[in-house]
């Protein structure tokens, strides 16, 4: 979270710093200081702050040594996936501890094999989560040379935010496909499912949609998958 999204929260709130100081637990000058970017928001502060502004966990802190922790397990991210709201897994109880979506793609997208119901949500979470910190997420993805899979993802994100009608939502996520554009790989990838078998990936290079052959994936998954479950 940057001063800038702190102070555009407090003002979409109609409040001015005396009252949003009250409700954070700071001083007025504190707040003005963060507000200009003048200080750095600690991570309690923030989350603190998504809470009282009524904010969407896209400005959730991101963990700054994120690739230091062990690979969560599909059962993890399964959980994670639910405290995001994703209906498809409405059914799970979720551990109450939300965690920013961008940190979730980038976990997801990083595993060889992929719960397929997970698969099927990284689109639904990119489309329900367009403000995320992209920049984030696109370096960290180049580094673990995942800008294929995000492509893809947003991709049919972007897809179904045009079947949708949304067109401010397509049009960002369109922006975003255009800097991923920029790093695409030649090699080919599957979309987290390593263990595919020759024969289904013989199949899935006959009959893979368009957006996963541009982005030379093995995959079938498109927008239209994902009707059921918003």
Known sequence: ????????????????????RLKLGVSQAYLSLLERGERRIPEKLALKAVRVYGLSEAFLPLKSEWDEAPPPDNNSLASDLA?????????????????NP??????????????????????????????L?????????????????????TSV??????????????????????????????????LCHESLTEAEKQWLRKNRPAEAKHWRLLTDLTPEQLNHVI
């Open 157 to 190: 994100a972007r897809r179904l935010a045009e079947m949708r009608g949304e067109r401010e939502k397509a049009a960002s996520l369109a922006e975003q496909e255009s800097v991923l554009e920029r790093s695409r790989l030649l090699r080919e990838d599957t």
């Open 83 to 99: 405290a995001l709201g994703y209906p498809g897994l409405s059914h799970l109880k979720s551990n109450g501890q939300k965690k």
């Open 1 to 20: 979270m940057t001063g800038g999204q702190l102070r555009a929260a407090r003002e979409q709130k109609g409040w001015n710093q005396e009252q949003a």
């Open 133 to 153: 910190n992209w920049q984030w997420l696109i370096n960290s993805a180049k580094v673990k040379d995942l800008q294929n899979r995000l492509g893809f993802v």
């Open 102 to 131: 961008a940190e979730f793609l980038l976990a997801a997208l990083g595993k060889d094999n992929l719960d397929s119901r997970l698969v099927d949500a990284l689109p639904w979470v990119v489309w329900r989560f367009h403000d």
